[in-house]
Structures are given as structure tokens and as C-alpha cells.
Antibody, heavy 123, light 108 residues
Framework: EVRLVESGGDVVQPGGSLRLSCVAS????????IHWVRQAPGKGPEWICLIRGDGGDTYYAESVKGRFFISRDNNGQSVSLEMNTLGPKDTGLYFCARDITEGEKSISAPGIWGQGTQVTVSS | SYELTQPPSVSVSPGQTARITCSGDALSRRYADWYQQKSGQAPVLIIYDYNKRPSGVPARFSGSASGTLATLTIVETQVDDEADYYCYSTDMSGDHRVFGGGTKVTVL
């Protein structure tokens, strides 16, 4: 069974930093891109970033570019999201998701999602 | 920044056909994917790469596109299809992915 489990969410003050983790199982990890998507309360999902299966390319939404950094450890079957200079607009449920298409260099769409980890930015 | 535009709501009677549109400048060259989200749950991918369905998604769901408009069609709509639906795609550069604002489908 494909499974993704996020962790690391917390309450953090504005300007602070946080590191989220996504641990995967049930599939050949380095064959799939991993996405991070967040959802603010009562709002639609917002795509944040992704990293290709081989770790060779990363892409970021403009809203987080230069503040958030995605990385992966293919041996440990995990992806991390380092988040810096956090503000209230970064509050939300953060999901990691495995791409639907297999291939070290393939990118399609977030296919299988975890249950999310909550990040709250508040003083 | 790139945007995908969806109608806020669509109403449909049980057994009828629901159509949800998604408009975006790059859709003439980029696939639209579609997600279903029910309250308190993570989004579920129901259509990807124009008109492919992940395993387990009923054939009642289909995708199509014409020009800069993508459409999700649900035939023989069921009460259980009541949910929020989001389109998802990439801008022309291929670097940025976005979700549409979402369409609430009400089955009544």
C-alpha cells in the first residue's frame, strides 16, 4: 500500500522557521516526484513546490520562492520542506503527495496524498 | 501569476450530467487535472493528463478540453458526488503549477 506520512507541523511565531518531513512507503521512492501542497482553512489547495524523483530539479510557487526549500533523501525514502521567514499567510494544512506518473524525471500531478500536518503562524 | 478560473458552484439533479469548467490561458497547451475534495479529507485525483482516470475512479468522470477551456463531466451524478472540485495545471513555462479556485457541486 502506498503511504505518505507528514510530520513537523507546529505553532510558530511570525518570522520563524519550521521543517516538515514526509516519509513514504509502498513504492519505489526514487521513481516518483513528490509535491507539497497546502490548504488554508476554508480555502482551496495551493501548490507550493515539487522535487523530481532523481532530485535533479525543483520547482516553487512564487509565494514561497526564496523562503521554502525542498529536498529528498532517496535512501531514507523521505522528503523535507524547510520553511523560513514564515508569515500568517503560511498558515494551513500541509500535504505531501506522490506524483501520479512513474519516472525519475517525470512530473504530472499530485496523485496520492498524505493526511497533512498543520502549520500555524501566530504570535 | 497564472490563474485558473472555475465557477463557484454547480447544481445538478441525481442521475443528470454535471459539467465543471476551468479556464486558463495555457490550457491550449497544458493538460488540466481534476481533484475531488470532500469535507475534512485530502483532495483525491480523479482525472489527469487530459482524460486518464486513476485506478478506482468511476468511468462516470471524464475530462475534455477545447482551446483554453477544460471541462470535467460527471454523468449519472450521484448524491455521493457532492463535493468541491478543483482543476490543476501548469503555466506556459511549465515551472509553476496552480489549482483553480474550486467549484462546489451540489446534488439535489
Amino acid at each position: 500500500e502506498v503511504r505518505l506520512v507528514e510530520s513537523g507541523g507546529d505553532v510558530v511565531q511570525p518570522g520563524g522557521s519550521l521543517r516538515l518531513s514526509c516519509v513514504a512507503s509502498g513504492f519505489t521512492f526514487d521513481k516518483f516526484a513528490i509535491h507539497w501542497v497546502r490548504q488554508a482553512p476554508g480555502k482551496g489547495p495551493e501548490w507550493i513546490c515539487l522535487i523530481r524523483g532523481d532530485g535533479g530539479d525543483t520547482y516553487y510557487a512564487e509565494s514561497v520562492k526564496g523562503r521554502f526549500f525542498i529536498s529528498r533523501d532517496n535512501n531514507g525514502q523521505s522528503v523535507s520542506l524547510e520553511m523560513n521567514t514564515l508569515g500568517p499567510k503560511d498558515t494551513g494544512l500541509y500535504f505531501c503527495a506522490r506524483d501520479i506518473t512513474e519516472g525519475e524525471k517525470s512530473i504530472s500531478a499530485p496523485g496520492i496524498w498524505g493526511q497533512g500536518t498543520q502549520v500555524t503562524v501566530s504570535s | 501569476s497564472y490563474e485558473l478560473t472555475q465557477p463557484p458552484s454547480v447544481s445538478v439533479s441525481p442521475g443528470q450530467t454535471a459539467r465543471i469548467t476551468c479556464s486558463g490561458d495555457a490550457l491550449s497547451r497544458r493538460y488540466a487535472d481534476w481533484y475531488q475534495q470532500k469535507s475534512g479529507q485530502a483532495p483525491v485525483l480523479i482525472i489527469y493528463d487530459y482524460n486518464k482516470r486513476p485506478s478506482g475512479v468511476p468511468a462516470r468522470f471524464s475530462g475534455s478540453a477545447s482551446g483554453t477551456l477544460a471541462t470535467l463531466t460527471i454523468v449519472e451524478t450521484q448524491v455521493d458526488d457532492e463535493a468541491d472540485y478543483y482543476c490543476y495545471s501548469t503555466d506556459m513555462s511549465g515551472d509553476h503549477r496552480v489549482f483553480g479556485g474550486g467549484t462546489k457541486v451540489t446534488v439535489l
